[in-house]
């Protein structure tokens, strides 16, 4: 089976079709929720463009154009209105899966635990386009155990565990 190249701009946001405006802000959410785009922002920043993704799809109305006149109007025909709402809610189904799985990977993970989401209050450099954070770090309720490593930790007195010595007492099974 071949595979088509990727290319690097566009990398894990290919293959998903638009056919209406609804459909077009899941396939943004789910492009935002894909690791290769959210590996590069913070994740307060994905969830909160994801979050007002979903509140654009609450709003939207459906409208059509007008035979004579060519203006949009609101189509409040019943049998549209039906499908428009099913359509609606199966797409903030999709919408609010793509903010769970963020949530679930970056902030809910087990490996980040204790991590500021905001990366540091990290804000957006306009010449680089890359997210730079603050240069004063916030420990938040982790301040008293970072301070207490370093200052009377092995760090302080100079001492530094060498690799598979078990000197931080880890205990190691055998298959290790």
């Known amino acids: 089976m071949k595979y088509k190249r990727q ?5 894990g946001t290919e293959g998903q079709k ?3 405006y609804l459909d077009s802000l899941v396939i943004t959410a789910e492009q935002l929720a894909s690791y290769v785009i959210r590996k590069n ?3 307060h920043v994905t969830l909160e463009r994801i979050a007002n993704l979903a509140e654009k799809a609450t709003k939207h109305q459906l409208t059509r154009a007008e035979f004579r006149t060519g203006k949009l109007v609101l189509d409040n025909r019943g049998n549209r209105q039906e499908m428009h709402e099913k359509q609606r809610k199966k797409c903030l189904d999709r ?6 799985l963020v949530q679930e990977r970056e902030l809910m993970h087990k490996n980040a635990k ?5 990366w540091n209050g990290a804000k957006q450099d306009p010449a680089t386009k890359k ?3 603050e240069p004063i770090y916030y420990y938040g309720d982790h301040f008293e155990y970072v301070m207490g490593d370093e200052l009377h930790g092995n760090k302080a007195q100079g001492r530094t565990p060498i690799r ?3 000197y931080n007492g880890e205990e190691k099974g055998e298959d290790e």
């Open 7 to 11: 290319n690097k701009a566009s990398a």
């Open 18 to 20: 638009n056919t209406g």
């Open 41 to 43: 922002k913070p994740p």
């Open 95 to 100: 919408i609010w899966d793509a903010y769970q």
């Open 114 to 118: 204790g991590k500021d989401e905001s």
């Open 131 to 133: 997210y730079v954070s």
């Open 164 to 166: 598979d010595s078990n």
